[in-house]
């Protein structure tokens, strides 16, 4: 009876997987490690598992602008992983003409998770979060601040620290899955409000911040860019 009853749950369990597969295997890359990494076209991908509690998550992508993940992330607290797409920039904010980057996702509807930009100064003392849209119980670190209109978009912004860096949140008005976000614009102001001076740009990081997506979601990248002169 114990055989019977679980060969069905087994062999769709089986179907799913092979399903899965096949698909990872249409893409140029894929991987279910959870620190996997590849490079294309001067960025780099990232799967970067790190939760506590995490379940599994495996990365496709076809280049740096066409990837995305599907998680299977159980229904608790605390952030699970934040796969990305990483372009390193090394510049002084005063020697930047712009900093710009442009985006469009396709994300579930369920779940708990945020489509972020994570941008660091070059020494990680900053931290610099740019949430564009936000589905479950997610919310930025540290105490409200204030609204504001910069870089093409509204925002609530948050200040805090996590014990090893200064975090601001900027929490988009309302929920996009595609634009363009002025980020020169973005950290002036930052710097502006005396937060921080004349910071070098370290990583530029977009990607998916998950908490929770049990059952097995999808998140994809349907086209990014970075571009700073």
Same mark, same amino acid.
């Given at each position: ?48 598992? &790190? ?11 076809? +280049? ?7 998680? /299977?992330?159980? /229904? ?43 941008? &660091? #100064?070059?020494? /990680? ?21 204030? +609204? ?15 014990? #090893? ?59 990014? #860019?970075?571009?700073?002169?």
């Amino acid at each position: 009876m114990k055989a019977a009853r679980f060969s069905v749950p087994a062999l769709v369990l089986t179907l799913v997987c092979a399903l899965w597969s096949g698909t990872a295997r249409a893409a140029t890359w894929s991987s279910s490690d959870q620190w996997a990494t590849w490079s294309n076209g001067g960025y780099t991908l990232y799967n970067d598992v &790190w939760g506590s509690g995490a379940g599994p998550q495996t990365i496709w992508a076809n +280049s740096y602008s066409n990837w995305g993940v599907w998680a /299977n992330h159980p /229904n608790t607290g605390g952030v699970k992983s934040y796969p990305n797409v990483t372009k390193y920039v090394g510049r002084s904010l005063s020697s930047l003409n712009s900093l710009n980057s442009s985006f469009n996702v396709t994300v579930p509807g369920s779940g708990a998770y945020e489509s972020a930009y994570d941008i &660091w #100064s070059s020494d /990680n003392a900053y931290e610099i979060m740019l949430w564009m849209n936000k589905t479950g119980a997610v919310g930025p670190l540290g105490s409200y601040q204030t +609204s504001v209109s910069v870089g093409g978009h509204a925002w609530s912004v948050y200040k805090g620290s996590n014990g #090893s860096n200064q975090v601001f949140s900027f929490v988009r008005s309302g929920n996009t899955s595609s634009g363009s976000v002025d980020i020169r614009a973005v950290l002036n102001w930052i710097k502006s409000a005396g937060w921080f001076g004349d910071v070098t740009v370290g990583n530029v990081q977009f990607g998916f911040e998950i908490t929770s997506s049990s059952g097995g979601l999808n998140f994809a990248t349907n086209s990014y #860019s970075v571009s700073f002169g």
